[in-house]
């Protein structure tokens, strides 16, 4: 059993808490706080409680109450550029969610960790990605729990939400989703990544439907989607937004089972229809193995 992620990245905080004063939003990088200690190791000792308290204010989480937030969310990973997105996320300290498909946990479960570990909200995108209203209720169960118990065993955390592949539902998957005491989490702005795999039209789609407390869609397969990931947190910091994990939003925080979010999404079909009309990844890859 492995304590939870938040437990792990809570010794780097107070280590920078400690030594780097004046480099608050570094405080979770491990590699920043190393640095801070080797640079300010003869003062540290100097620091006063004030130095502590104000340094705790900085560094405590986003609350998009006060600030301007939106939420990244990644479907159908982990993909096969998910490691290099977990670096960006990382460099521009942002958090992000990824709604996970069992079967690629499965192939890359180095990098589901890797995302519990730095953070990230993790949601359940099934396992084999079929139309939901399509297959049995028994089908829909057992795509979902396979998945929440294969993350949960892969990573040491569960997913917190529930997405739909192609933000389809009935219910049914209502019904599953309170049996199982999660939110279904759908999407308020999309990417098209999937459709244009152009980093321009990407980063443009996406500042188009940018707003406070946005969710957007976006897809860690689409090469080009990473690849402009650098640019578009530029551009969205400029803006003022604070890119953060889904469960961070306003009006995120106490969701209900079966609650169904960002609210009046459901009913929005142009956004619902926005997303591949198959399983991109394994039509034109499968599984490699990574
Ligand atoms: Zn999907």
């Given at each position: 059993m492995k304590p939870p992620a938040r437990m792990l990245l809570a010794v780097p905080?107070?280590?920078?808490?400690?030594?780097?004063p004046t480099t608050a939003w570094s405080a979770d990088q491990?590699?920043?706080?190393?640095?801070?200690?080797?640079?300010?190791?003869?003062?540290t000792a100097k620091a006063t409680a004030s130095d502590k308290a104000k340094s705790a204010a900085k560094v405590a989480p986003?609350?998009?109450?006060?600030?301007?937030?939106?939420a990244l969310t990644f479907d159908d990973g982990p993909g096969k550029y998910a490691d290099k997105?977990?670096?960006?996320?990382?460099?521009?300290?942002?958090?992000?969610?990824?709604?996970?498909?069992?079967?690629?946990?499965?192939?890359?479960?180095?990098?589901?960790?890797?995302?519990?570990v730095e953070g990230h909200d993790l949601g359940n995108h099934s396992y084999t990605h079929p139309h939901l209203r399509e297959v049995s209720e028994d089908k829909i169960r057992e795509e979902l729990t396979k998945t929440q118990e294969l993350v949960k065993q892969v990573?040491?955390?569960?997913?917190?939400?529930?997405?739909?592949?192609?933000?389809?539902?009935?219910?049914?998957?209502?019904?599953v989703a309170a049996e199982m005491g999660m939110p279904l989490v759908l999407w308020n702005g999309g990417s098209r990544d999937w459709a244009t795999r152009n980093e321009k039209a990407i980063y443009d789609e996406v500042l188009k439907n940018a707003k406070r407390d946005g969710v957007i869609l976006m897809h860690d397969w689409v090469e080009q989607t990473v690849k402009v990931m650098p640019k578009l947190l530029?551009?969205?910091?400029?803006?003022?937004?604070?890119?953060?994990?889904?469960?961070?939003?306003?009006?995120?925080?106490?969701?209900?089972?079966?609650?169904i979010?960002?609210?009046?999404?459901?009913?929005?079909?142009?956004?619902?229809?926005?997303?591949?009309a198959e399983d991109a990844e394994s039509a034109e890859s499968p599984v490699d193995g990574l």
């Open positions: 905080c107070a280590l920078a808490l400690i030594a780097a491990p590699k920043a706080a190393g640095a801070a200690t080797t640079t300010t190791a003869t003062t986003v609350d998009c109450a006060k600030v301007k937030c939106i997105l977990l670096d960006t996320l990382k460099k521009y300290k942002s958090k992000a969610t990824f709604f996970l498909e069992g079967q690629y946990v499965k192939s890359r479960p180095a990098f589901a960790k890797r995302m519990a990573t040491g955390k569960s997913p917190t939400m529930i997405r739909p592949p192609y933000g389809e539902m009935d219910d049914r998957v209502k019904t530029t551009a969205l910091q400029k803006q003022g937004y604070h890119v953060v994990a889904v469960s961070s939003l306003r009006g995120a925080k106490d969701l209900q089972a079966a609650d979010y960002p609210v009046g999404s459901e009913k929005d079909e142009g956004l619902t229809a926005d997303t591949p």
